[in-house]
């Protein structure tokens, strides 16, 4: 036993003010839903990590938490049978609509990787080690990060412009791209697609490499486009991007789509847990999987998808909510430590005026993220930020993602409906 154990978990929602970013369902809402998990241990020690903030994630992780008093904190095996015996035959739910269709065994995947986080975050604590020691050691001291971008509007309906501006065409995504690259030094850009009809985003793709003709260049319709449309995107764009994302629904759609295109596909939507993985390699759909260790399960289980990577031959990235700095260390640790993980990861960070944690553990160094040096993932709770942002969460009403019904208040006849080019 490692003396160190479970004695209590604190599991705060929160609500973060969220600009008006276009994508293929919608929009997103005034506030995005996260929530702080702190476990407590009988060492005084308590590890940290951050979740998604919906009613079915909380429901969730409360059952499970109920389970993990008396664990020892090294006993990562241990969290995974409690958690999975915690939730038993729960209603399967997806606490975002890209991770695909919904299952048991993702619910307790989201749900481990939450605890997950926070023991490991305990244990380098405890060790006076960072998290990405304890996940076998540095291979980069600074992980690399795309600049996302967003076509969106200048502010919410019945709003105040925010302090982003509008991007509604190529001149308002170039104008955009510069704000990221000269604040932040991102070295890739990646277009939020699936929004505009395609020759549009072609336009604003174009646009990006002659305004940035070193940077590499992604494009992420959601899978907003029919094959028919993918192909003549992919067509178009040849040569031009490092990969295409998520042009298409579907494995087979994927499929079809790669089988008539040199350039490499990505995915979060069609591949999003090991039991979609060998019909995504056998069907040839993707050549780069964007993980995410919030859905796949964990430190440990986005590590295990990494090896099958290497395996077979994919490349791989990383997938990006809307999310705070806990889990922005947390994306960096693990990304610190895996070796095959070469393509820069996507993050929201830029887009979040709202932070949960004491400043200057996490920032941004030409384009990267250098490791915390702290013990654990190296931050430190901000507790008045803390208890703001959750008095946000009890006040602002929203209580699950839904990017449909504010998308109304503009256009009353939306669906959301993909896809739609």
């Known amino acids: 036993m490692s003396g160190l154990t479970v004695t209590g978990t604190t599991i705060t929602p929160i609500a973060v003010?969220?600009?008006?970013?276009?994508?293929?369902?919608?929009?997103?809402?005034?506030?995005?839903?996260?929530?702080?998990?702190?476990?407590?241990?009988?060492?005084?020690?308590?590890?940290?990590?951050?979740?998604?903030?919906?009613?079915?994630?909380?429901?969730?992780?409360?059952?499970?938490?109920?389970?993990?008093?008396?664990l020892d904190a090294f006993d990562?095996?241990?969290?995974?049978?409690?958690?999975?015996?915690?939730?038993?035959q729960?209603?399967?739910?997806?606490?975002?609509?890209?991770?695909?269709?919904?299952?048991?065994?993702?619910t307790v995947a989201s749900t481990v990787s939450a605890f997950e986080v926070a023991l490991f975050d305990a244990q380098g604590r405890a060790l006076g080690r960072r998290v990405c020691d304890l996940l076998g050691g540095a291979v980069r001291e600074a992980v690399p990060f795309s600049g996302y971008l967003f076509y969106k509007w200048a502010g919410h309906p019945g709003q105040e412009p925010d302090r982003f501006g509008a991007a509604l065409d190529p001149d308002g995504i170039v104008a955009q791209a510069k704000w990221l690259v000269d604040t932040y030094g991102f070295g890739s850009l990646k277009l939020k697609g699936g929004v505009c009809p395609p020759d549009e985003e072609i336009a604003a793709i174009r646009a990006l490499r002659a305004?940035?003709?070193?940077?590499?260049?992604?494009?992420?319709?959601?899978?907003?486009?029919?094959?028919?449309?993918?192909?003549?995107?992919a067509g178009e764009l040849d040569g031009v991007l490092e990969y295409l994302e998520d042009p298409t629904p579907?494995?087979?759609?994927?499929?079809?789509?790669?089988?008539?295109?040199?350039?490499?596909?990505?995915?979060?939507?069609?591949?999003?847990?090991?039991?979609?993985?060998?019909?995504?390699?056998?069907?040839?759909?993707?050549?780069?999987?964007?993980?995410?260790?919030?859905?796949?399960?964990?430190?440990?289980?986005?590590?295990?998808?990494?090896?099958?990577?290497?395996?077979f031959g994919l490349g791989l990235s990383m997938h990006s909510n809307t999310h705070l700095g806990l889990s922005l260390a947390a994306m960096t640790h693990l990304a610190a430590a895996t070796p095959n993980l070469t393509y820069a990861c996507d993050t929201h960070s830029p887009w979040q005026t709202e932070e949960v944690i004491e400043p200057g553990a996490v920032r941004f160094v030409d384009g990267t993220v250098p490791v915390p040096p702290g013990p654990g993932l190296g931050v430190t709770l901000d507790r008045?930020?803390?208890?703001?942002l959750h008095e946000q969460y009890r006040e602002c009403g929203v209580r699950h993602r839904d990017d449909?019904?504010?998308?109304?208040?503009?256009?009353p006849d939306w669906t959301g409906k993909r896809p739609r080019f």
């Open 250 to 311: 579907g494995i087979p759609g994927m499929a079809a789509v790669a089988a008539r295109t040199s350039l490499p596909l990505a995915t979060n939507m069609c591949v999003t847990s090991f039991e979609d993985v060998p019909d995504g390699i056998a069907q040839g759909a993707v050549q780069i999987i964007l993980s995410d260790h919030h859905f796949w399960g964990g430190f440990r289980a986005s590590q295990k998808l990494a090896g099958i990577c290497e395996t």
């Open 384 to 388: 008045d930020a803390l208890a703001r």
């Open 17 to 70: 003010k969220d600009p008006p970013l276009l994508n293929s369902v919608g929009v997103h809402q005034p506030f995005a839903l996260r929530s702080i998990v702190e476990v407590h241990t009988n060492a005084g020690i308590t590890g940290l990590s951050e979740a998604y903030g919906d009613d079915p994630t909380l429901a969730n992780l409360r059952a499970a938490a109920a389970a993990l008093v008396g």
């Open 76 to 88: 990562i095996n241990g969290l995974g049978r409690r958690v999975a015996l915690a939730l038993g």
């Open 404 to 411: 449909i019904t504010p998308m109304r208040v503009v256009h």
């Open 211 to 233: 305004a940035f003709p070193d940077h590499p260049l992604r494009l992420d319709p959601n899978a907003n486009w029919t094959v028919q449309t993918s192909h003549h995107v």
């Open 90 to 106: 729960v209603t399967p739910d997806s606490p975002t609509e890209l991770v695909g269709a919904p299952s048991v065994a993702k």
